[in-house]
């Protein structure tokens, strides 16, 4: 029996829906949008009339609120994920484009307003986080694609006077074959428009075998526009007479700003407009941002200690990491279940060899590149437009009513591209800076563009945990694993966000602690909850980002003290398992074969090989990495990585995802910890906060393996078998067992 | 008043001298495509190039690229290296997120300018710029590409 009383990460995330949509607001704005949506003559998507707005909108259904197709063939989509890297903008354009008839490269995707149009996943759900956006709308883009071709054939019937019967598709085209005669979307789109929307379920989508687009690796829609510097961040959006904002935070969460020392001078410094007092912020508002920046850090704020803690998340000004560290490792006690199957405290008394080990990982930045900013403006007519990098954006808008007061239809939230996001973009307690943009917009009574600075995004970002895992097995006489117990102490990411424990366990602190595959009969994991003044946030691929690093590397562990090979040991284990067994011995085949070694390189270098695996985001994955040790160093040299997420629409970015998710985990388990000292992170940018460099990159080597199972994520499930296969690569060529993240500190010889 | 030459043009600019070049591209000439990342020359998304050659605008002082000719990823197709790199960058589907890219192709730009085939050390020398995608490898592919394309090299 398997207990799973745990909730889905990002659940909180959720939002109830069935709000009303003005979608003439929403025409009005993309015809105002700027420069790109000004040159469009509109054509096929003009406003659904009031009557039929009122009724109950199904979800991915509505082909005018999503599609625009210009008379020149040019066809717009309004995307329900954004567009952060991950090349979903592409992917959407292929599932509608597959079955709507239309070159998906021809496409230009934007990410769409809020609204329940674009609610389209399970639940009403939306969101852009949990790898789950082509798995959770893969279906229903498609049949929209379908239901607007469905229309463009009705149009063309009635142009033609023939029968939709007689009529078929190429891309781009209407065809009647028995008269020769052909006609463009372009010129069809005015008249579709008016028919009404056919069922849903009137439909019939395309057999697989007849793909054109889905499962090629059609290029990506946005990377000319990328390398041109012409894709346009939320950092870059430009208003008329804007004004620039830049703050200076608490150094520690909790505080209040009391007395500005020197309020005077810094009215009084170039190009200053105001000087402003926030929550736990003071800012500066200016004619230009290097203005407001430079004034708002010469500011001698007094920071005021909290009245009372007990509410709000403070952070003490005697936090250390290494102090907090100790004390998740000296945590006891059961804790509370996570996942159990048989009796795993009777196994471990009675097993004939018990193994135990205790792993730490270290709390992590997200550190995408693009620091966050938010662009506000209140306009003469009551409403207030919002321009800012978000991943959800109905619950932003929600947020945003609920400060301002304003009813939601009265809000526009525009959500541009993502210069990377890993997470960042959720909606974090303390760590957006959008409430402080709409608060100075309001007081100066202009639009205020304000970005938070590399040094207050690393103060504010919301942090991946830190975790303690305390692991026992037992073995039987044959050295094979009867039982694992594994128990850790953290709080959190959906708990940390709450700013309270929930009435289930948070499933995002202990996955990949559960939900694993080997046939271990007595099995117990638990969580042992430890608040944490740090603010906490999802970071790619969540709680698996460092259990499968725990978890893995002890599977390495059980195997020594059993004196078995770890690969020959996860075959064992998976013996039952026909995709996973398929999917490991992928991977050891893409490496050559498998050999952990160690062995002597071509080069002269000894090197290691370690393995491990993951099932992120109901995606498969397997690694084997390659390691030296260079001037007490590790050096990655190879990855190979095979991934089953059941099926997939794009080959070429399934590849470039397991790269980047890759990268992240490398950078991760060789060189990233966000530390903290006197209540206050050691690192406030760059050059403390080490990330993965060009020179510490691994050549990876992705195998994609379709079983055709339930399609599963692809952004994020390509980082969690990346840092224990790594760490068990080295722990093999050093003979050292590596249980904690970083390695950088740690020294090693070969 | 402060005159710049800015992709081939004279542009005069309200700003102190001290300004970063950084914030004048992108505030007083609403030149967005270049980034900030870092704002201290640890990341590159700044990257400009200054009569040709890569330079991190985000600490470069505007009063000290006066008279000097300022190219930005803006005009990165008028030059015939640069647009040499953008279909590389093309070709090799580099930009993920894409935020950093436009220093990337900057960096890329300024090497082949001066080395039209650079060896390995080359380009671990001249490609230092953080991404966080982790496009290293497809980068180095790219600019591998534009090295190893002789009859193009400019």
């Known amino acids: 029996m398997i207990v799973s009383p745990v909730e889905d990460a990002n659940e909180d995330q959720a939002l109830p829906t069935g709000a009303p949509v003005n979608i003439s607001r929403r025409r009005f704005l993309m015809a105002s949008a700027g420069a790109s949506a000004g040159a469009f003559v509109l054509g096929f998507g003009l406003p659904v009339g009031p009557a039929r707005a009122q009724a109950p909108v199904v979800p991915g259904t509505r082909v005018p609120a999503f599609l625009e197709i210009r008379p020149d063939g040019l066809i717009r989509l309004q995307s329900p994920f954004v567009e952060g890297g991950q090349g979903v903008f592409t992917a959407m354009a292929q599932l509608v484009g597959e079955e709507l008839d239309a070159d998906p490269t021809t496409f230009v995707v934007e990410n769409a307003a809020t609204g329940p149009d674009f609610q389209v996943m399970p639940r009403g759900r939306r969101i852009t986080g949990g790898s789950s956006s082509v798995r959770s709308s893969h279906l229903v883009m498609r049949r929209l694609g379908a239901i607007g071709r469905t229309m463009l054939l009705t149009a063309a019937s009635q142009r033609l006077g023939v029968p939709v019967g007689e009529l078929t598709t190429e891309p781009g085209f209407v065809v009647h074959a028995a008269s020769g005669r052909k006609l463009g979307y372009g010129a069809l789109a005015a008249q579709a428009l008016d028919l009404p929307v056919p069922a849903p379920d009137s439909v019939t989508l395309k057999d697989k075998s007849k793909f054109r687009w889905i499962g090629k690796p059609v290029a990506r829609i946005d990377v000319r526009a990328k390398s041109t510097g012409k894709a346009v961040y939320a950092i870059d959006a430009h208003v008329d007479g804007m004004l620039h904002a830049a703050v200076q935070h608490a150094p520690r969460l909790g505080l209040e700003p009391g007395t500005i020392r020197n309020e005077a001078a810094i009215k009084a410094m170039a190009g200053v407009h105001s000087v402003h007092v926030l929550p736990g912020a003071v800012a500066v508002v200016a004619e230009r941002f290097w203005y407001a920046r430079r004034a708002v850090e010469a500011a001698e704020v007094d920071w005021r200690e909290p009245a009372e803690t007990a509410t709000i998340r403070y952070m003490p000004a005697d936090f250390s990491t290494p102090a907090f560290a100790a004390r998740l490792a000296a945590t006891d006690g059961p804790g509370e279940l996570a996942e159990t199957a048989g009796d795993a405290t009777h196994a471990l008394e009675t097993a004939a060899t018990v193994v135990s080990a205790t792993y730490q990982s270290q709390y992590l930045n997200h550190a995408q590149l693009e620091p966050p900013s938010t662009l506000a403006r209140f306009n003469p007519d009551g409403t207030l437009d919002v321009w800012l990098p978000n991943q959800a954006p109905d619950i932003f808008a929600a947020d945003i009513a609920q400060r301002t007061g304003l009813p939601l239809d009265k809000i526009t939230l525009h959500s541009p591209m993502l210069g990377g996001f890993f997470g960042r973009h959720f909606k974090y307690n303390h760590g957006n800076p959008y409430p402080e943009a709409i608060a100075l917009a309001k007081a100066v009574g202009r639009p205020v563009k304000l970005i938070w600075t590399r040094e207050e995004e690393f103060l504010r970002d919301s942090l ?50 559960t939900g694993k595959q080997y046939a271990i009969p007595h099995r117990r994991i638990a969580q042992r909850f430890v608040k944490t003044p740090v603010t906490l946030g999802y970071w790619r691929s969540v709680g698996n980002s460092m259990n499968d690093f725990f978890y893995e590397c002890f599977l390495d562990e059980i195997a020594d003290k059993g004196g078995k090979d770890p690969y020959e040991l996860r075959l064992h284990l998976l013996a039952d398992n026909r995709r996973l067994s398929t999917l490991l011995k992928a991977v050891a085949e893409a490496s050559g074969g498998w050999k952990a070694g160690p062995y002597l390189a071509a080069d002269g270098s000894r090197r290691a090989r370690g393995v491990a695996m993951a099932s992120p985001f109901g995606t498969e994955t397997a690694a084997i990495a390659e390691v030296s040790i260079v001037d007490g160093e590790v050096k990655v040299h190879d990855i190979w990585q095979a991934i089953d997420p059941g099926s997939i629409v794009n080959p070429a970015i399934v590849t470039a995802q397991v790269m980047s998710a890759s990268a992240l985990g490398l950078s991760q388990v060789l060189v990233e910890q966000a530390v903290y000292k006197d209540g206050m992170p050691v690192a406030r940018n760059f050059d403390m906060y080490q990330v993965l460099r060009p020179d510490r990159m691994a050549a990876v080597h992705t195998r994609i393996v379709e079983s055709g199972e339930k399609m599963g994520g692809i952004g994020e499930p390509g980082l969690p078998a990346v840092p224990p296969a790594v760490a068990n690569a080295v722990s093999r060529l050093t003979g050292k067992r590596v249980r904690a993240m970083p390695l950088a500190g740690q020294t090693f010889t070969a | 008043m402060i005159k710049l030459k800015v992709n081939g043009a004279i542009r005069s600019v309200d700003a102190e001298g001290e300004t970063p070049l950084l914030w004048v591209i992108r505030d007083n000439l609403g030149l967005t495509g270049t980034k900030y990342g870092c704002g201290i020359a640890q990341c590159g998304a700044c990257s400009v190039m200054i009569d040709g050659v890569v330079t991190r605008s985000c600490v470069t002082p505007v009063e000290s690229v006066v008279g000097k000719a300022i190219t930005t990823i803006e005009a990165i197709e008028a030059d015939p290296v640069g647009q040499r790199v953008v279909e590389a960058w093309v070709r090799h589907q580099v930009p993920q997120c894409g935020y950093c890219q436009s220093g990337q192709v900057m960096a890329a730009t300024s090497l082949i300018k001066a080395n039209a085939r650079p060896s390995d050390d080359d380009i671990n020398a001249a490609m230092t710029n953080l991404c966080r995608c982790g496009t290293y490898t497809t980068i180095r592919a790219a600019v591998h590409d534009l090295a190893g394309a002789k009859e193009h090299a400019a």
């Open chain 1, 464 to 513: 991946r945990p830190m975790a303690v895992v305390q692991f026992r097995a037992g073995l039987d006489a044959n050295g094979l694993p009867l039982a694992i117990e594994a128990i850790s102490a953290c709080e959190g990411p959906g708990e940390g966000i709450a700013n309270k424990r929930g009435e289930k366990l948070d499933g995002s602190a202990v996955e990949g602690l």
